[in-house]
């Protein structure tokens, strides 16, 4: 899969910060330091460089960039049953695109208004603003990927839609500036990240099915 390693989202952010950095370095403007210091700092946000993922089929991989702040048995509110749910905060020196944790068909996709609280809260995953997906493996096992944005965030965005299939590693969503993603899993999945474990997208196992 091939798309630039600066994300399509940040673009138009990326292209303003550096219009307004060149023509105040034009001017000697005492500002342009401090643009160039936001334009270096967008520029790193909306970076999206390529992974490599793992071989094996039987996997879940990370959907997001970041730390690993929850895993416990929950209900799966999305399809009302038991599950594993394992948490990835981003802040906002994160990548913030999203890859799909696992190829299969997209079951239902579910979006619901919220709040923006500090999404490394608990309460962030059933009060924010969020977005989620619920994959069908081949296999007949069910996986809910959540978007859920955060005390910054303020732009959910994802590109996949009821019916469609996704494949694992393949981007389908962005969050901007600072966000969290939940991952509810089969009980059967077998977790293999620890708390507080930094994780990338589509290069970290997650769990085992």
């Known amino acids: 899969m091939n798309y630039p390693i600066i994300a399509k989202e940040g673009w138009l952010f990326v292209g303003l910060s550096s219009f307004l950095s060149l023509f105040l370095t034009y001017i000697q403007s005492p500002f342009c330091l401090v643009s160039w210091v936001i334009t270096v700092f967008i520029l790193q946000f909306f970076r999206d460089p390529l992974r490599k993922k793992p071989a094996d089929q039987n996997v879940i991989l990370s959907a997001a960039d970041g730390k690993v702040i929850a895993i416990e048995k929950v209900k799966d509110p999305y399809q009302n049953k038991n599950a594993l749910k394992?948490?990835?905060?981003?802040?906002v020196f994160n990548v913030h695109s999203n890859k799909g944790p696992i190829s299969?068909?997209?079951?239902?996709?579910?979006?619901?208004?919220g709040k923006f609280l500090n999404a490394a809260l608990s309460k962030a995953s059933l009060e924010n603003e969020r977005c989620a997906i619920v994959i069908?493996?081949?296999?007949?096992?069910t996986i809910t990927?959540?978007?859920?944005?955060?005390?910054?965030?303020?732009?959910?965005?994802?590109?996949?839609?009821?019916?469609?299939?996704?494949?694992?590693g393949e981007r389908y969503g962005f969050i901007r500036f600072g966000s969290r993603v939940d991952l509810y899993l089969p009980l059967n999945a077998k977790i293999k990240v620890n708390l507080g474990q930094v994780v990338k997208n589509t290069e970290s196992v997650i769990a085992t099915l």
């Open 136 to 141: 069908e493996t081949e296999n007949g096992e």
């Open 104 to 113: 299969g068909k997209i079951l239902e996709k579910f979006y619901f208004p």
């Open 145 to 168: 990927c959540v978007q859920i944005a955060g005390l910054i965030a303020r732009r959910i965005l994802c590109y996949k839609n009821k019916g469609e299939n996704i494949s694992s």
């Open 86 to 91: 394992v948490s990835v905060f981003m802040n």
